[in-house]
Structures are given as structure tokens and as C-alpha cells.
């Protein structure tokens, strides 16, 4: 079979599109090629053949380079399409749950299909088939096991994929490069008949002229399309999508032919994987105009607003050559800004529970699937991606979903909904989403949360909402598919790579999930089958209390419901009955009716007495249907609180926060919080620095019952020197109802050193230290620096003796070594006569080791910094210059208290090397690393927060490393800046102005 490269006489023509006003651009393929089919018969037991057993790092998705723009973008704040809060919505839990896979690969690369009797489950390097009870029909085996153009093939990144048109199973990976005799590939495998055990299968290789890699399938009516991560440094211009023939596929010919375009106009941040609409349902749409679609964030550089990018194929199958791509559509009404870049595109994200590395949030991506269904009214689409809801502090990842439609074939595209799912501060990915037959939509996800009093290690749950809810939020309350039991195991950080829901032909309502979780080094692939669909005639149920709420309630209080109907028949002429803490019911009879599968909010005619100041109050309410299938709904509880009428405070002190280079003209923020029963306004406040004068000044407007508020005092606090400083915010209410919650106090301390840019990733350093008061688990590995002084205890002068007790992940030689101060002059500068202990060897890895120090008599009472560090001493530099960044550990800083108690009150060549950071003018800097060294390098620039805001790979040009920065949109201050591998690197600061 002979390539033939179109790009010299592929159509390529430009037009206007008037809704957008720009040059949209119109190509041909660039690739085009074809493939004879090699058929096999039934898959046997016998036959079968198991992959190694050993773990395996698959595929590492090389990210290119990435090209973010630090500070550039919006939002600048939270997320504008943030759902916050948890849908009301119960629903069953899963239908049936089963283990898919276990498996050492990493990633395993969940993904499976359900069809009318089967479920077809793939898994990196192998797939398995199992009957709809969750039976095993064909035990796992290695994917080569297929045969014909699968044979001697498990390179991996399976995708299963149902046609459900023609009832046939696909299943496709692609082949990585061997040598100069086998290039790269995409491979499928086509079901002969709905019977994927016994009927055989059609199987073809294409091949490329580069990896396809993160090939994700989609359906449209005249092929099978195709979206990679392909040429990811250099897209433009490269086939990316392709086109398969489906109906020969299906028929098993030969000749079977592919097409290749590109994306013309794509930005990416390096890594990127756009995808196809895939019909959904038996209904197919009329052949052209094939959409693929891409997120566009205006982080990166050449994007100007958030988008979503629309481009359109029309394949010609009798002339190929006048076969097009083009741009269709930026769609930005409805787009409500996002931030879709983590740690400037890297793949270590999001913390989970202990001392392992944080996670990768599949960032870049269009999830699988992006379904598409046709409806009576109009056309949907539904997809999503993960978005960093609060971009300007610490990482928190959510879900951005859409619903887009389309009023008739061929028409534009709208945005008919969207939302930010992050209804609590843990972190939700890996998201896949779908649409059924009545136009609900659910969603299944991973989600994860490192905080110690309420630890979530990567667990499978889902959510969704009913086709008539309120637009852009999912209604439903999320259920769990299965909870994590351990944190992902390998240094990589890799998860997934992606999950997948897919939906069942028999019914079009029930969801299938895979996805992927942990159980100590085992990788575990959980299918989970649900569905929220309407599926009884007769079932209501009390949703939520609406009012009243926590408030200054009375004697006479309406009590309001919203009440279900869950079922299929439409309810009328009920009981609805409350009770106030276990009292008489109060019933009445719901006289309208009420739809199927629809909420409607009651009002009792009798109102009830909630006026005892202070007094919590049981509210139960239930109906009472003749008939109902599901009892476990009809019953809801609740409490609300008759609050004070005046009561405020404050609940945090926002900033600043301990740094360098604190100025004399620095912003105090403070949260102001109104947990009374009433609307307040105008609330006086103020500030205090250790024993200076207050400053007072005003909140101005009202503050709503239940809301906070973040205000900035207009009087500035002088930080400059070099210290520790006790800061008092307070509120100052007349009449307050608890003083005890008036105030707040933190100490902030303007440091002399931030040593930032350790690499802890292979062990080095404290991940445990404990000391008094201070018990510090599973600390993260982040830049090498973590400032713990929020954290603090006594140590009592008179009593002399402490022991601090340490842990680190490395300990190889006596090479690992740990030392500690107290900055007992409060200058902010640790010096060697504040060193209390120097160079102690922490012999072994993962077990505690105490070390005895003492304080001198006549220390200073009150609260002092306390600083430790520790790291391989053989590569790390001096781990006693307190300011040092060492190659190999980690530094962090805590508080003490003195309290008196007898008193009232990689290479050489590397670390040879020279980087220096040049400002070019107008916020472009460029780095510059001189050595000989001549591997791929990672560049990272952090800020003083720990946040990364860009990693790429760098090659020498000959002479140095050289890479330039935009950081025209990067707040003014320090920065750091290092080259280097995970195990070595150089480390400079720059300042921009």
C-alpha cells in the first residue's frame, strides 16, 4: 500500500463566517492510505494469551512544549460557572458493580462498551468480555490474543467502542514504532456479528508516519473518526483526525481506506486531544458536516478569550481529494471563562493522601466520551473537561460540562448549558459523560482529597440531572461507584488515562462506568451500572427543606418543601405531612398534580412556632402515596437554628502572607462573616500589628445572613522589616451576640529566604516531623519548601530539654542528614548561633528518629520562627546555609512558643553549569542555561506561592538551553526558575517588574 501525501493538491480555500467575523480556513486531507482486512475466527479459551504480569509504565504522553502564559487569562478569580454545592436529588445507587480489571500498568487505561448482551472491557495490554450480570464470559487476555492484525500487537491505549446502528463492537489501540521495518499504527478490530466471543472479527492495521497517540473513536454516519495527540509540538499542518471507512469496515472489504487532516488554526498547550461527536441511539445523522471540537483556554499563548472550536468534515468517499476540513465555528456566547492548565501543563496535579506524588489531572483533554443524540426538537451534544476552579490560589479541580444543541442538521452550534461541578473542596477529574434517550444527563468521575481530617484516596462516583432541572447544575446527589482504599502508587503521578461511560442499546437510560482506582499496588478498573431515569409508576419523595433556614425565626413560621415525583405516572390528591422535633404531624393533601419526573415546591397552610432564641429545631416531613414503590424517599430530616440577630465576625485573615520581601505598604484581607439571624450593614472593624495602634475602619454595604464577605483595608500595614508580626482582625458590632467569634490573629513573618525549588520527588527530606504540639503526617513533596508556621507549640525554657522526632523517604550512605533552627532574635534570618541541631544522620527510610536539642536560659519569651532541613548531603549543597536550595530535599518552616513555666507570664556538568534569567524588555525574559549537556531538559518557573506556572522540555541548541517567557501578564514579584532533570537541576530567581 502506497502513501499518498495530499498536501499539494489538497483543497484550500478561505471564506468568512458573518456570526464571527474572521477568516475560518477550509483544507484538504493530508494523509491518505488503506488497509486490506485479515479476518479471525472465534475467540477460544484455549487460545487465549495473557500479557506479562510485571508492572509497566505505558506510553508516556510526551507534552511538548507548552505554551502558557503566565498571569494571562481569565478568570482571576472563581470559577464563574462554579456549581458549590451538592445536588439534592437522591437517587439508587448502582445497579451492579464489578472489577474490570487488576492490573500493574500505568496507566491501565480503563475503557469498555456495553452492547445488547455483552460488555466488552479493555484495559492496557488487555481486554476481557463479561455478560450483563457482571459474569466473565471471556477471562482477561492480552490483546494480541484477537489475532490477524492484532497478533504480536498489546502496545496499548485500548478504546472499546459500541456501533450501535450496526450492533457491532470495535475495538482499536494503536502499534508503536519498531525500528525502520514496522511503523507506527492504528489498529482495529470490527465484530463480525453482535456476538463478540463467537462470530470473529475484521481486523485492520493503518499505518502512519508518527505516533497516534490518545487515539479516542467517535461515530458519525459516514466513518469512524479518530482524534490523536499527534505531532504535539509542531500540530499545525499534521494529520491529527482521521476517517475510516465504517460501512466496508463492516462488510469486512479490503482497500479500506483512511484520510488524515489537520486542525487548522489549533492552539494546545503541548499535550492535547480534541474529539468527535459520537452518535449516541440507533438514529443516525445524514452523512457530512462531522463535527470535532476543542477547548481553547486564554492561558495559552494565541487565544485571546475562552472558547470552544468547532471544525467540520465533509468526506467525499468516490473523490477523496475534494474530501474537507474546516474551521466552523469559536463558539464564546456562553462560555464563561476557565482555567483548563495545572502546574503549566505537567503531570502532577492534584495531592492525594500521603507521602506520594500528586496525581494527574488529565488536563488538556477533551474527555471520552463526547456524546451526541438526536431528539424530536433538536440535536445535543454533552462533554467536559477539567478546569482549575480557583485559579489564583491554591489548585482545586473540577468538572466544566456542556450541553451544546443544534435546532436542525446542519445548523450552528449554541451553548444551551454549562457548569463547573466542585461542590466541595475536594478535587473531581477524569470525567466521562452521557446523555440517555430522555435527554438526562450523567456523569461519572474520580475524586480525590489529601486533607488528613477527611482523607479521600482516588475514588469512583457519579452524579447527573433530569432533563427539565434547573439549567447548568447537576441536580442529583452524588453516589459512589466504589471508595479508594490507597493513594495512586508510581512516582509518575499517571491516572487513567481516561474513563468511560457508555449507555445501554436495550434501554438507552442505564450507564455503564470504568474508571480507575487503587488497592495498594494493584490498579483497579470498577465498572459501575446505573441509572437515574424515572424507572417505577408510582414514586414520590420530600427532596429538601426550602424554608425556613438558619435564621431570627418566629412563632409563625411557613414551612416550605420541595417534594418528587420519581416515577413515570403523574401524583395528585397526596398526603404531605412535618413534625417539629418529634411532635404531633401537622397533614395536609397536595391537591394539583404533579408530573413524572418533576419537583414542585409546597407551602403548609399551618405555620409552625421556631421562636426560642438559639433553640435548634428537628423538622421531619414525608408523603404519603398509596402504591409506592420506593419507601427509602418518602421521609426527610433536617435541622435549622434560631439565630441571634446580630452576631459577626471574623473567620480568616486572607493576607498577607509570610514571604520575601514584604513591603512597607502591604494589604491586610480579611473574611467578615454574619452568623446571626438578620442582615448586617456598615460593620465596624479593625486591625492591630502586635501592640500598635488599631486601625478602624467600615464594611461598607449588607452582609446577607449565612454570607461571607472578603474585604481589603484601605489602610496599608509596613512589613518591611525583616520579622515576625502578630496581626489582630476583629469585628466591632454593637449589641454582639458572641464576642467570642469577634476575632481572628495570625502571625506573618517577612522572611530573609524562601528556599524553593528542592526536588523531594525520589524521597528526600521530611515527610513527617513531629515536635510538642506539632504532629505533621504525609507532608507533600510540592517545590522542597512548605511554610508550616500557621502550625505551633510551647517549649518551655525552664525545662531545657526537647526532642524532635523526623522521617524522610531517602536514606541510602548516611547521606540523608537533618538540621534545625529557632530564629530567636526574630530578624527572619536563621544563623548558624540559632542552629540547635547540624547534620544528624536520619539512618533509614520511613521510621520515626528523635533527636534531643536545648534552648538557651535566656531566650526571649514569645513566639519565635522554626526552621528544618533536610536532604542527601553527598549532591544537596550546604544543608546548613538555611537559604540554600538543595538539589535533594526539603525545607520547612514552623512556630514556636517560648513559655516559661516557672514564671507568672544529576551530573557534574549540570551543577557546573551557569543559568542566568535576561530581561528583554516589556515582560519577555529569556533563560539561559550554558553547559555542554546535551539531553532534554524540563524548565519550571514557580512563584513565591509554590505555584508552578509553566513546565516545559527544552533542548540545547548547541551552545545552551535557551527559552523565552512571556510574562507580560505575571504579577510583579520573585520567581524562580530551574533547569534540570527529577533528579538535578540549577536554580536562579528573577524578579519581574
Request: hydrophobic share 35%; net charge negative.
Amino acid at each position: 500500500m502506497m502513501k499518498k501525501l495530499l498536501l499539494l493538491f489538497s483543497l484550500c480555500f478561505i471564506f468568512h463566517l458573518n456570526s464571527f467575523g474572521q477568516t475560518n480556513e477550509k483544507v484538504g486531507p493530508a494523509f491518505v492510505d488503506s488497509a486490506s482486512v485479515m479476518k479471525t475466527g472465534p475467540l477460544s479459551k484455549a487460545t487465549l494469551k495473557r500479557s506479562h504480569e510485571k508492572a509497566k509504565l505505558y506510553n508516556p504522553r510526551n507534552r511538548g512544549i507548552n505554551r502558557v502564559v503566565p498571569g494571562k487569562g481569565l478568570p482571576k478569580t472563581i470559577d464563574p460557572a462554579l456549581q458549590s454545592k451538592m445536588g439534592e436529588i437522591p437517587v439508587k445507587s448502582p445497579i451492579l458493580t464489578f472489577d474490570g480489571a487488576v492490573t500493574r500498568s500505568t496507566p491501565s487505561d480503563p475503557t469498555g462498551a456495553v452492547g445488547r448482551n455483552h460488555y466488552v472491557n479493555a484495559y492496557n495490554t488487555e481486554f476481557a468480555i463479561w455478560d450483563k450480570d457482571g459474569n466473565v464470559v471471556l477471562p482477561p487476555a492480552s490483546l494480541e490474543s484477537i489475532g490477524g492484525a492484532f497478533s504480536g500487537e498489546n502496545d496499548g491505549d485500548p478504546i472499546v467502542f459500541y456501533d450501535e446502528a450496526a450492533d457491532r463492537f470495535i475495538l482499536m489501540q494503536f502499534s508503536a514504532e519498531r525500528g525502520s521495518v514496522t511503523p507506527p499504527a492504528l489498529l482495529f478490530a470490527v465484530s463480525q456479528g453482535s456476538d463478540p466471543v463467537n462470530n470473529g472479527w475484521f481486523t485492520y492495521r493503518f499505518d502512519l508516519e508518527s505516533l497516534p497517540d490518545y487515539p479516542k473513536i467517535s461515530l458519525w454516519n459516514d466513518g469512524y473518526y479518530i482524534t490523536t495527540n499527534k505531532d504535539a509540538l509542531e500540530p499545525q499542518g499534521k494529520e491529527i483526525v482521521y476517517v475510516l471507512e465504517r460501512d466496508r469496515m463492516l462488510q469486512g472489504a479490503n482497500n479500506v481506506r483512511i484520510l488524515g487532516f489537520p486542525l487548522p488554526g489549533i492552539q494546545n498547550n503541548g499535550f492535547y486531544s480534541p474529539a468527535g461527536f459520537s452518535v449516541m441511539g440507533g438514529d443516525l445523522p445524514p452523512p457530512g458536516d462531522a463535527p470535532i471540537i476543542y477547548l481553547q483556554d486564554d492561558e495559552w499563548a494565541g487565544v485571546n478569550q475562552d472558547h470552544l472550536k468547532l471544525w467540520l468534515i465533509n468526506v467525499d468517499w468516490n473523490n477523496v481529494g475534494s474530501s474537507t476540513i474546516e474551521e466552523s465555528q469559536e463558539i464564546t456566547n456562553g462560555v464563561s471563562p476557565f482555567t483548563a492548565t495545572f502546574d503549566g501543563g505537567g503531570f502532577q496535579n492534584l495531592p492525594q493522601p500521603g507521602d506520594t506524588p500528586e496525581i494527574d489531572a488529565l488536563q488538556g483533554a477533551m474527555m471520552y466520551m463526547t456524546q451526541y443524540r438526536r431528539f424530536g426538537t433538536h440535536n445535543s451534544v454533552v462533554m467536559n473537561f477539567v478546569v482549575d476552579v480557583e485559579p489564583t490560589a491554591a489548585k482545586h479541580a473540577g468538572i466544566r460540562w456542556y450541553e451544546l444543541r443544534q435546532t436542525a442538521d446542519g445548523a450552528p452550534w449554541t451553548v444551551y448549558q454549562e457548569g463547573t461541578y466542585a461542590p466541595d473542596n475536594s478535587d473531581r477529574f477524569s470525567g466521562s459523560i452521557g446523555i440517555d434517550l430522555r435527554g438526562n444527563i450523567a456523569m461519572g468521575y474520580t475524586v480525590v482529597n489529601d486533607n488528613p481530617a477527611n482523607p479521600v484516596f482516588p475514588s469512583i462516583r457519579y452524579t447527573g440531572r433530569f432533563v427539565n432541572d434547573e439549567l447548568g447544575i447537576m441536580t442529583i446527589q452524588e453516589e459512589s461507584i466504589v471508595e479508594g482504599e490507597s493513594p495512586q502508587p508510581r512516582p509518575e503521578g499517571r491516572y487513567g488515562d481516561y474513563a468511560h461511560l457508555s449507555i445501554d442499546p436495550l434501554d438507552d437510560l442505564t450507564f455503564w462506568h470504568n474508571a480507575e482506582y487503587f488497592v495498594g499496588v494493584e490498579r483497579v478498573n470498577k465498572v459501575g451500572v446505573f441509572r437515574i431515569a424515572a424507572n417505577e409508576p408510582n414514586d414520590l419523595g420530600v427532596v429538601s427543606l426550602v424554608s425556613p433556614q438558619n435564621a431570627t425565626l418566629t412563632a409563625s413560621e411557613a414551612i416550605t418543601v420541595k417534594i418528587r415525583n420519581y416515577g413515570t405516572n403523574p401524583q395528585s390528591n397526596f398526603e404531605i405531612s412535618y413534625s417539629i422535633n418529634g411532635g404531633p404531624e401537622v397533614t395536609e393533601i397536595f391537591e394539583a398534580t404533579l408530573p413524572a419526573e418533576s419537583s414542585v415546591e409546597y407551602t403548609f397552610d399551618t405555620p409552625a412556632d421556631l421562636s426560642e432564641i438559639g433553640e435548634t429545631y428537628t423538622i421531619s416531613i414525608s408523603t404519603n402515596l398509596e402504591n409506592d414503590s420506593n419507601t427509602n424517599n418518602d421521609t426527610f430530616e433536617t435541622e435549622v437554628k434560631n439565630l441571634p440577630p446580630n452576631d459577626v465576625g471574623i473567620t480568616s485573615i486572607d493576607s498577607p502572607s509570610t514571604g520575601e520581601n514584604l513591603t512597607g505598604s502591604e494589604e491586610i484581607t480579611v473574611t467578615v462573616s454574619n452568623l446571626g439571624g438578620e442582615p448586617q450593614q456598615d460593620i465596624p472593624l479593625s486591625y492591630q500589628i502586635g501592640n500598635n495602634g488599631p486601625v478602624f475602619e467600615t464594611f461598607p454595604g449588607t452582609l446577607e445572613v449565612g454570607e461571607d464577605a472578603v474585604y481589603t483595608f484601605n489602610e496599608t500595614a509596613n512589613l518591611s522589616a525583616s520579622g515576625s508580626y502578630r496581626i489582630t482582625a476583629r469585628t466591632l458590632l454593637e449589641d454582639d451576640f458572641d464576642p467570642t467569634n469577634d476575632a481572628e490573629t495570625v502571625s506573618v513573618s517577612n522572611l530573609d529566604c524562601i528556599p524553593e525549588g528542592s526536588d523531594c520527588s525520589q524521597g528526600d527530606g521530611i515527610f513527617y516531623f513531629e515536635l510538642g504540639d506539632i504532629q505533621n503526617e504525609r507532608i507533600p513533596c510540592t517545590t522542597g519548601y512548605i511554610d508550616f508556621s500557621v502550625n505551633s507549640t510551647d517549649l518551655d525554657r525552664s525545662q531545657q530539654n526537647f526532642t524532635v522526632t523526623v522521617e524522610t523517604g531517602f536514606a541510602e550512605g548516611q547521606r540523608e542528614r537533618f538540621s534545625m533552627w529557632i530564629d530567636f532574635n526574630d530578624n527572619a534570618v536563621f544563623e548558624d548561633d540559632e542552629r540547635l541541631i547540624t547534620s544528624e544522620v536520619i539512618p533509614e527510610v520511613n521510621q520515626p528518629f528523635s533527636y534531643d536539642f536545648s534552648i538557651p536560659r535566656d531566650t526571649d519569651l514569645g513566639q519565635h520562627l522554626l526552621r528544618v532541613r533536610a536532604g542527601d548531603t553527598d549532591f544537596s549543597g550546604d544543608l546548613n546555609d538555611p537559604c540554600s536550595v538543595m538539589a535533594y530535599g526539603t525545607t520547612h518552616d514552623y512556630s514556636v512558643n517560648i513559655i516559661d513555666s516557672t514564671l507568672d507570664l544529576e551530573d557534574f556538568i549540570l551543577n557546573e553549569a551557569e543559568l542566568v534569567v535576561i530581561s528583554e524588555g516589556d515582560g519577555q525574559y529569556r533563560a539561559v542555561l550554558e553547559t555542554d549537556f546535551d539531553e532534554p531538559l524540563r524548565i519550571t518557573v514557580h512563584n513565591v506561592l509554590g505555584q508552578k506556572l509553566i513546565e516545559n522540555q527544552v533542548r540545547n541548541d548547541g551552545d545552551a538551553y535557551i527559552y523565552d517567557m512571556d510574562m507580560s501578564y505575571a504579577a510583579r514579584g520573585v520567581y524562580l526558575v530551574r533547569f534540570g532533570t527529577r533528579k538535578v537541576g540549577k536554580v536562579t530567581r528573577f524578579i519581574v517588574k
